[in-house]
C-alpha cells in the first residue's frame, strides 16, 4: 500500500479525533492518555488497512514481510524477503486499535516477537535502536545503523502503552515498558538537534511522555528543555527547516498532533499549539492547487 496513503489515512483519523473511553483515564498534569476506541467509520479505515498488511504477514515469523528488489537506504540486501521491524510494530498498532478481540493474540505475538530483536546491550553504541529487519541485526550489519528507528519504533510502542495497556499480559507489558526506557535513553543520548525537523519533533515526544510514565527526573527535564529549543529555534527562522515535504511534513504534523493529546502542562501545550499551527500555515503556504503538496526538503 502507498506509504504516503496510509499516512494520510492516519491523519485524517487523528483531525476528526479517535473517541477515547472514560475509563482507564491517566492525567497527571504533564501528559494524558486513556483506553482507545474507534467508530464505526475510523474502524472500516483500519481494517481495510489490515487487510493489505495481512498479505505480507508471516504467521510463523510473527512480522511483516518485505520483497526487496535492488538498493536500499541503511541495508546490507539487495534482494530478497525480510521482515520488517517498522511495519510490524504498526500492525500490531492496527490490530489493537481496530478493538476486535479475535486480532489481540496476533497483536500480542507481532509485538512480542518484534521488541526482541531490538539491541539491549548496555554496551553497545546503539542500545535501544532497531534494525530495519529481523535478517540484519544491528551486531553484523555492514551499511550504517539508523538510529532514527528508536524514534519510529518508540511512538508505536507508546501507542500501543497508552492505548492498550489493560489488554496486554503482564509479562509483555513489562517487555513493552523496558523497551520503551531503551529506545527513550537512546534518543536522549543521541540528542538530535532542532534542524532535523521530524526527528527533533518525534525525539521529543518519546522522551517527553516515556519520562513522565516512568518516572524519570532527569529525562523529564532534558524533554522539557529539548522542546522549548526545538520551539525557540522554530520561531527565530519563522518555520520548520524540513518544509513542504510530501513525507516530513505529514510525520511533523502527525507527531504534533499526538503531543496535542498526550501532553498536557500548559506551557508546553501552548508551545505544541504554536508549532501544529506553524506547520499547518506551511502546509497552506506552499500548497500548490493542480499538483498538490509535492515540494522538497530545505
Wanted: net charge negative; with cysteine.
Amino acid at each position: 500500500m502507498n506509504r504516503i496513503y496510509v499516512s494520510l489515512c492516519f491523519l485524517l483519523a487523528g483531525l476528526i479525533g479517535w473517541s477515547c473511553s472514560n475509563g482507564g483515564q491517566y492525567n497527571d498534569g504533564y501528559i494524558k492518555y486513556e483506553p482507545v476506541t474507534v467508530s464505526d467509520f475510523d474502524r472500516q479505515i483500519l481494517l481495510k488497512n489490515i487487510a493489505e498488511m495481512d498479505k505480507r504477514y508471516d504467521l510463523e515469523g510473527r512480522m511483516i514481510t518485505k520483497v526487496i528488489k535492488d538498493w536500499n537506504y541503511h541495508t546490507d540486501a539487495m534482494s530478497g524477503t525480510f521482515h520488517e521491524v517498522r511495519a510490524s510494530f504498526y500492525y500490531a498498532v492496527s490490530l489493537l486499535d481496530c478493538g476486535m478481540k479475535e486480532y489481540e493474540q496476533r497483536a500480542f505475538d507481532v509485538i512480542d516477537k518484534t521488541i526482541s530483536l531490538q539491541d539491549t546491550d548496555p554496551n553497545s553504541s546503539s542500545c535501544g535502536v532497531w534494525p530495519y529487519y529481523e535478517e540484519e541485526p544491528l551486531a553484523t550489519k555492514k551499511s550504517p545503523i539508523d538510529y532514527n528507528w528508536a524514534d519510529f519504533n518508540a511512538v508505536s510502542l507508546l501507542d500501543i502503552y497508552m492505548g492498550h495497556k489493560d489488554k496486554l499480559p503482564a509479562a509483555l507489558l513489562k517487555k513493552v515498558e523496558n523497551a520503551l526506557v531503551l529506545a527513550a535513553k537512546s534518543v536522549q543520548k543521541r540528542n538530535c538537534g532542532p534542524g532535523y525537523t521530524n526527528i527533533a519533533i518525534m525525539g521529543t515526544y518519546v522522551t517527553y511522555v516515556t519520562s513522565h510514565l516512568f518516572d524519570m527526573p532527569e529525562m523529564q527535564e532534558y524533554a522539557n528543555k529539548r522542546l522549548k529549543k526545538f520551539y525557540e529555534y522554530t520561531q527565530e527562522k519563522g518555520g520548520f527547516s524540513e518544509y513542504n515535504s510530501p513525507t516530513y511534513s505529514i510525520v511533523a504534523i502527525d507527531e504534533l498532533n499526538r503531543m496535542q493529546r498526550h501532553i498536557v502542562e500548559p506551557e508546553a501545550k501552548r508551545m505544541i499549539d504554536e508549532l501544529y499551527a506553524k506547520c499547518w500555515e506551511m502546509i497552506a503556504r506552499h500548497y500548490h492547487k493542480k499538483v498538490g503538496p509535492v515540494g522538497r526538503s530545505a
